[in-house]
Structure formats: C-alpha cells, structure tokens
C-alpha cells in the first residue's frame, strides 16, 4: 500500500483557518485521497476524499497538488470542536481492493 | 439513518471467557470492516467483508478471532478464549465501496476490557 507522511501534531488558533498537510509521493494513478477525523472518544468520521481535483464539502475542502504527490486539509475557520486526530488515507480505487489503511495521523489542538 | 450500530457499547469479562461483539451496518451498504484501536498499534485492520464474503482477514491477530457475516444486516466479531491483551476498543465501520468510493462509516466501538 501506498503511504502517506503528516506532522505528529499541530496547533491552531479559534476562528482561524487550518491547513493539515499530507505527502503522499508514491501514490499509484488509481489512489483516492481520504481524509478521516476521529474526536476523543468516538469512532473515525469521513471528512472529505479527492482523487485529483479539489474538493469543497460543508467540512473542509481538499486541495490536491499538481502531480498528486502531497495534498491539503483546510478547515476554512476552525472552531474548538474540530479539536481531532485526522488521518490522510489512500485508498485504491479497484472494486474488492477497498481497505483503508490507518497511520498515525496528526493530532490537532485549537486554541481559544 | 440510524447509522453503523455496535453492542455492547462496554465489554469487561474475565481472561479465558468468549467473547462476541455485534454490528449492524447502514442499510444499503455492501461492505463491512472490523478494526481494533489501542493506544500501542493505532487502528488496526482485522477482516473486511464484500457483499457479505470475508475478502481480506490477514489483519486477524491469531485463530482466537473469528469473524461472520451471515447476512447484509448483522456481523459479529468473535474472540475465543479471550486474553488480557485483547483489549481494546472495536470499531465496525459501513461503506457502499466499489467505483463510487465513497467514505467509510465507523459505529462508536466497543470498549473491551479482559481482566
């Protein structure tokens, strides 16, 4: 499986935008980028996934590089409850080749 | 939408003792997953299922651990005999997978205690 490399942790301010980075430099040209959240205490949630243009969804958006070597999570103004581990997955796009492969994330902490 | 239903929500049983987890995935979906979450090894990949078939076991620790689908609406997660190091949170997660790709959704786990 492809990997994917993030910073441990990140801080950022209340209000503010947040921008989550993701290298991801052996991604194969069937490779969907996704992107997972996982609040203390409950269950990963889907935030967003790309394969290559950029995203808009009423959580984030997904900007994908040029080549697909790296992409960006941006929270557009992140409030306390976007304090979350996020995970920058690549997943195959082939049907019965479908598994997400978890790392371990960066942990990101807003500040009021 | 109810979503992905687990039970128990908390699970402490005795070393040696079975153990059977459930979920209930999101009608409609034709994908089912199993992963385990410790604070050691992250989140963990045991089995996934297509349309009900195990495809994929290889992330199951050892024989202890058993998994079924024995139809689109129910799965369960067994271990047998249970050990201390067993412990963990146990998360099920949904998908309608294939070409559309679309994103996984997880239940809220069950907490397992083995003591």
């Known amino acids: 499986d492809a990997k994917t490399t993030q910073p441990n942790s990140m801080e950022s301010n209340e209000e503010e935008p947040v921008h989550l980075p993701c290298n991801h430099s052996?991604?194969?040209?069937?490779?969907?980028i996704h992107w997972y959240r996982q609040l203390p205490s409950q269950g990963p949630e889907y935030v967003i996934h790309g394969l290559t243009s950029n995203v808009n969804n009423r959580m984030a958006s997904l900007a994908i590089a040029e080549d697909r070597k790296s992409s960006t999570l941006i929270l557009h103004r992140a409030t306390l409850r976007d304090a979350a581990v996020y995970y920058c997955?690549?997943?195959?796009?082939?049907?019965?080749?479908?598994?997400?492969?978890f790392g371990t994330g960066t942990r990101l902490t807003i500040i009021p | 939408d109810a979503g992905v239903i687990q039970s128990p929500r908390h699970e402490v049983t005795e070393m040696g003792q079975e153990v059977t987890l459930r979920c209930k995935p999101i009608?409609?979906?034709?994908?089912l997953f199993w992963y385990r979450q410790t604070m050691m090894r992250g989140l963990e990949l045991l089995i996934y299922?297509?349309?009900?078939?195990?495809?994929?076991d290889s992330g199951m620790p050892e024989d202890r651990f058993s998994a079924k689908m024995p139809n689109a609406s129910f799965s369960t997660l067994k271990i047998q005999p249970s050990e201390p190091r067993d412990s963990a949170v146990y998360f099920c997660?949904?998908?309608?997978?294939?070409?559309?790709?679309?994103?996984?959704?997880f239940g809220s786990g069950t907490r397992l205690t083995v003591v």
């Open positions: 052996t991604i194969s040209g069937t490779d969907y």
């Open positions: 299922f297509n349309n009900n078939v195990p495809i994929d």
């Open positions: 997955i690549l997943r195959d796009g082939d049907f019965g080749n479908e598994k997400l492969t």
């Open positions: 997660a949904s998908s309608t997978g294939g070409l559309f790709n679309y994103g996984y959704t």
């Open positions: 009608s409609g979906h034709n994908s």
